[in-house]
């Protein structure tokens, strides 16, 4: 027998010990979910339910391996008798069974991304679409558009409007690839990771045999992090609940952050609707934070309408509140954090112990530089490190190619982004161009990637070899000359790519302008302007977001009087962090994290500086656009402030550099606005940030 009044406490136990039928729990942040679930299984089975009629479902299978472990450790149970994986796991178990059914063998195939971009990519010319003609989404970019459409159940047009407006000219023929797409996979007997949620809703509406047989198999449904489901996901589980209703979904409304990739936050707060008969059970008991954290963290969510009311309750013992930090501006924010974090590091709180999180990645562009020159080891959770990202070294290749003709990587580097051009054909006018360069290696003359994070570009800047623009740049080639020097090799280059490459030429010129050489926040701005914002939008599927960090990257370039000088800085970046290598996978060094709130849910850590909370940053301009965008980003915070343990610092520049539009002042997040005065203490920094 197991003692649950012993391991557990009174609101655990009420959820764990609730009598058959449809049920929410809200777990809010540190109550120990994972444990009420793990219980409630075990009293299930406890109490007769045989363990394979259990249907358990999570977003990871670390989640339910690990739920399933600990089941087995509190009874004598074989747990691979019960159904427990991801939503996608247990659709593939059930689609073998009945894939005839859908016009499958039970031998299908599963498509990985990599597969699924390779075939969307080959199902381009047969829908016809001239790619010379206009720039088209790249594989990649229409296989997350789809993905989309599929686990939202919006149609593609849809999607499109909302999300990828600057597709919309294209809407059909982003539908004529879909429908080729469609029928490939067919013919392949295949399905991608989407289908496999997509077939089995489809198995569950149109064969009513087949949603009789799992309705009456799983007497009692468990789902995990409820409130990160999409549409799709809730419609499975609504249909194979339909006869007995026993389902239990947990989450917290409160941590309801991923809207963005299909996350349907009506979900958790429409349940009740959906399910009349439905009771709900808080666990409000904090195991994690202080009560003062917790006390600033009841009042950040306070402000959403729509929402589960709930109060955090502190089990631990009081500790210190936590502080707003007004910086003057972002080096001054990201030099109290490095000297903060030493500081505490004298203190007996090792590095791995803290963390900081931030809104968008290019909040830690300055702190990753400061971080550096203090020599404070630091990783990246958020993706990789800024300077690393495919999009800088694009932009970068530019200003580098401008300042040196000469520089072959940066060339090939831009040749590499136009239609038709891979790394032989790159290598072959680079030949032409400087026909007096040195012959080039077999590694050099085919065989390598498109531009990617990890394609060769050092962002050090060597003398000119030749006539062209020297370091100082006071005489620089005419525009013609600039322009010819690339136009004089056309006829080599691919016919697709001479529309783009005329557009380089033009650029190049442009760059090396006298008014425009040593400004490379002009420059930064020009090379985006001159095509490759264009490039972004087809190429990457997180657009948005990559140009936010290109523009606040000629932001902070606009500090340097010269372009040498900018490219400096970044070598020193790149420098170190080819030296340093990863540090993620070495569990010996210590080091700190930063990462984006996003990437951090879930994740605890002693100490947490909370920055760029600014209106505008954090919450975001754009999802202040709707109400519903605003609760989310409220949330957003809520999920930040509740990773802290015993300390959280909330940070924000008053200044925001402008590069060449001028600074400007800017407000508080209106989340710091909202928190009353007796939850934080206002910390004044001192001259030496």
């Known amino acids: 027998m197991i003692h649950y009044e012993k391991e557990l406490n009174p609101q655990q136990i009420a959820a764990v010990k609730a009598e058959a039928g449809p049920i929410l729990v809200i777990a809010g942040a540190g109550s120990g979910k994972t444990r009420t679930l793990t219980y409630r299984v075990a009293y299930l089975i406890e109490n007769g339910l045989p363990p394979d009629r259990l249907l358990l479902l999570t977003f990871t299978n670390k989640a339910a391996k690990e739920m399933l472990r600990r089941v087995s450790g509190l009874m004598p149970l074989d747990s691979s008798r019960i159904w427990g994986g991801t939503f996608h796991s247990v659709a593939n178990r059930i689609l073998r069974r009945h894939a005839r059914s859908l016009g499958y063998e039970s031998n299908y195939a599963i498509l990985d991304r990599e597969d699924s971009k390779d075939l969307v990519h080959a199902c381009i010319p047969d829908a016809g679409i001239d790619v010379k003609e206009k720039r088209f989404p790249k594989a990649d970019v229409l296989v997350e558009l789809y993905s989309l459409a599929v686990n939202t159940e919006r149609p593609i047009s849809e999607i499109i409007a909302q999300q990828y407006s600057y597709f919309a000219d294209v809407t059909d023929k982003v539908v004529a690839v879909k429908k080729f797409y469609t029928e490939r996979k067919k013919r392949a007997n295949a399905m991608d990771y989407d289908d496999l949620l997509f077939n089995l809703l489809r198995l569950l509406r149109e064969h009513p045999d087949a949603a009789g047989i799992y309705g009456r198999q799983f007497l009692s449904i468990l789902v995990d992090e409820y409130q990160d489901t999409n549409r799709i996901q809730a419609d499975i589980v609504d249909r194979i609940a339909a006869q007995h209703q026993n389902v239990m979904v947990v989450g917290d409304d409160a941590q309801s952050i991923y809207s963005w990739r299909g996350a349907n936050f009506r979900n958790i707060m429409e349940f009740p609707k959906r399910y009349p008969a439905a009771r709900i059970f808080k666990i409000e008991q904090n195991y994690r934070s202080t009560p003062q954290i917790l006390n600033l963290a009841n009042e950040a969510i306070a402000g959403n309408v729509h929402q589960f009311e709930k109060n955090l309750q502190a089990t631990r013992n009081d500790g210190v ?96 982004m136009m239609p038709k051009i891979g790394a032989a054909t790159a290598a072959k006018l680079w030949r032409k161009l400087r026909p007096d360069a040195p012959s080039p290696t077999a590694d050099e003359s085919g065989g390598a990637s498109p531009p990617s994070p990890d394609f060769p570009l050092s962002f050090s800047t060597p003398p000119p070899s030749s006539a062209h623009a020297t370091s100082d740049s006071t005489e620089t080639p005419s525009r013609a000359q600039c322009a010819d020097d690339y136009l004089s090799i056309l006829e080599n280059v691919p016919k697709p790519a001479r529309k783009e490459w005329k557009q380089f030429a033009e650029t190049m010129t442009q760059l090396r302008a006298p008014d425009v050489r040593n400004h490379p926040s002009q420059m930064i701005r020009m090379a985006l302007d001159a095509g490759y914002e264009d490039y972004l939008k087809s190429k990457f599927e997180n657009y948005p977001s990559r140009k936010e960090d290109i523009e606040q990257l000629a932001v902070y370039a606009a500090r340097f009087n010269k372009t040498e000088e900018f490219l400096g800085e970044l070598a020193l970046m790149t420098n170190v962090e080819s030296e340093e290598g990863r540090l993620e996978g070495n569990q010996d060094r210590e080091v700190t994290r930063l990462s984006t709130v996003h990437q951090a849910k879930g994740q605890e850590f002693r100490v947490v500086f909370v920055i760029w909370l600014a209106d505008g940053a954090f919450p975001n301009s754009r999802a202040l656009e709707s109400v519903e965008g605003e609760e989310e980003e409220r949330r957003l915070f809520y999920v930040a402030v509740t990773r802290a343990k015993d300390e959280l610092y909330l940070a924000y520049p008053q200044l925001r550099l402008g590069g060449d539009y001028g600074d400007a002042f800017q407000k508080p997040s209106r989340f710091l606005q909202e928190l009353s005065k007796k939850c934080y203490e206002k910390r004044e920094l001192e001259s030496r940030y």
Do not use: C, W
């Open 321 to 416: 509140k936590p502080q707003v930090v007004p910086a003057l501006n972002t080096s001054e924010q990201a030099a109290f954090v490095a000297t903060e974090m030493l500081e505490l590091r004298d203190q007996g709180i090792p590095l791995n112990e803290m963390a900081v999180l931030y809104r968008s990645h290019f909040h830690s562009m300055e702190l990753q530089m400061e971080l550096t020159r203090r020599n404070i080891p630091f990783y990246i959770t958020s993706g990789l490190r800024f300077f690393e990202q495919a999009h800088i070294k694009d932009v970068a290749a530019y200003l580098k190619l401008a300042v040196n003709p000469d520089d072959e990587l940066a060339f090939k580097r831009i040749a590499l």
